[in-house]
């Protein structure tokens, strides 16, 4: 049975919900502290195992290349200064083994166009699909529960949350069907971003997949779906249809990086982790926030009043 050893990166976005920040500089490299974004995703994908690994570009992406190819005149000079610790890290964004393949989409014609450019590099091989917007944190990264329930039954899996219902909009949001004979439940269909009336669960796809190659043909002969694109949504649906796809619950924490809002609260939660940094973040956000109940409070109030819980 083949081993999942590829992934694909679609990174072609434009980002055009951080402009002007993403102006010149893909939104993947914006930092969570010291870390790009992407390459947390890259380290959730070479943990559970993957060795090659395929980022589908675009025009304004070259950056992405620069930042996991080597580059030895900083090497150098951090190891001139003695600065042997930092040239390590620097040098080890992708270890020894792990291949990185870059493919240019000639033009934004959606995620399920993104990953049928991959399909050269990924041959007859299963694979895992990683979105970078959506940054993971916990002790079981989804990425591995993917691959180890495809090492034990080979097949479609999307890692899935249950959102709540005012939020089923922004989602491809899965059709229920049966639990399976290893209790995991499957996909009878995917419908991209349905109202809150419409959506047949509350039960959401969250940039996740495993797939075989034969998804490849399902997206050669999709046409063009919502926003004139090629949908992937569209093509898990088709398979859904003939009972090739299961979801399997995340057990990690999921942060929206494609919004602002979910970059901050990544970027806030890291700094509460962040062994040099926890502390004094820690003592930084009491603070503002006393701050800011003093001035909601007005003059004279008692600071020692302040609600907590």
Same mark, same amino acid.
Request: charged letters at 25%; one cysteine or more.
């Given at each position: 049975?083949?081993?999942?050893?590829?992934?694909?990166?679609?990174?072609?976005?434009?980002?055009?919900?951080?402009?002007?920040?993403?102006?010149?500089?893909?939104?993947?490299?914006?930092?969570?502290?010291?870390?790009?974004?992407?390459?947390?995703?890259?380290?959730?994908?070479?943990?559970?195992?993957?060795?090659? !690994?395929?980022?589908?570009?675009?025009? #304004?992406?070259? &950056? @992405? $290349? *620069?930042?996991?190819? =080597?580059? %030895?005149?900083?090497?150098?000079?951090?190891?001139?200064?003695?600065?042997?610790?930092?040239?390590?890290?620097?040098?080890?964004?992708?270890?020894?083994?792990?291949?990185?393949?870059?493919?240019?989409?000639?033009?934004?014609?959606? !995620?399920?166009?993104?990953?049928?450019? #991959?399909?050269? &590099? @990924? $041959? *007859?091989?299963?694979? =895992?699909? %990683?979105?970078?917007?959506?940054?993971?944190?916990?002790?079981?990264?989804?990425?591995?529960?993917?691959?180890?329930?495809?090492?034990?039954?080979?097949?479609?899996?999307?890692?899935?949350?249950?959102?709540?219902?005012?939020?089923?909009?922004?989602?491809?949001?899965?059709?229920?069907?049966?639990?399976?004979? *290893?209790?995991?439940?499957?996909?009878?269909?995917?419908?991209?971003?349905?109202?809150?009336?419409?959506?047949?669960?509350?039960?959401?796809?969250?940039?996740?997949?495993?797939?075989?190659?034969?998804?490849?043909?399902?997206?050669?002969?999709?046409?063009?779906?919502?926003?004139?694109?090629?949908?992937?949504?569209?093509?898990?649906?088709?398979?859904?249809?003939?009972?090739?796809?299961?979801?399997?619950?995340?057990?990690?924490?999921?942060?929206?990086?494609?919004?602002?809002?979910?970059?901050?609260?990544?970027?806030?939660?890291?700094?509460?982790?962040?062994?040099?940094?926890?502390?004094?973040?820690?003592?930084?956000?009491?603070?503002?926030?006393?701050?800011?109940?003093?001035?909601?409070?007005?003059?004279?109030?008692?600071?020692?009043?302040?609600?907590?819980?």
């Amino acid at each position: 049975m083949p081993v999942i050893r590829k992934a694909v990166f679609p990174v072609a976005g434009l980002g055009t919900r951080f402009l002007p920040a993403t102006k010149a500089m893909p939104k993947e490299l914006l930092p969570i502290i010291d870390k790009p974004i992407v390459q947390y995703a890259v380290e959730e994908a070479i943990a559970a195992g993957i060795t090659d !690994l395929v980022f589908v570009t675009g025009r #304004a992406k070259r &950056a @992405i $290349g *620069d930042h996991f190819d =080597a580059n %030895l005149e900083l090497e150098m000079q951090l190891a001139a200064k003695g600065q042997h610790e930092v040239r390590d890290m620097v040098r080890n964004i992708v270890p020894p083994g792990v291949n990185c393949i870059f493919i240019r989409q000639p033009e934004p014609k959606g !995620l399920g166009d993104a990953v049928l450019c #991959a399909a050269p &590099a @990924i $041959g *007859d091989a299963p694979f =895992a699909v %990683l979105l970078a917007d959506d940054l993971m944190k916990g002790a079981l990264l989804p990425t591995a529960q993917l691959v180890a329930a495809y090492d034990r039954a080979p097949g479609t899996y999307l890692s899935v949350i249950e959102v709540a219902q005012e939020d089923v909009r922004k989602y491809g949001i899965v059709r229920p069907g049966p639990v399976d004979a *290893d209790g995991i439940l499957t996909v009878a269909g995917l419908v991209e971003k349905p109202t809150a009336e419409t959506a047949p669960s509350r039960i959401a796809s969250m940039g996740r997949y495993v797939f075989g190659p034969d998804v490849f043909d399902v997206l050669r002969r999709l046409g063009p779906g919502a926003g004139g694109e090629i949908q992937l949504a569209d093509a898990i649906d088709q398979m859904a249809g003939a009972g090739l796809v299961r979801a399997l619950p995340m057990a990690a924490r999921r942060y929206d990086c494609g919004s602002k809002f979910g970059y901050l609260e990544a970027i806030v939660d890291h700094a509460l982790g962040h062994e040099e940094f926890r502390e004094r973040f820690l003592i930084l956000m009491r603070d503002r926030l006393n701050q800011s109940d003093a001035v909601a409070a007005g003059p004279g109030a008692d600071p020692s009043a302040r609600k907590t819980g």
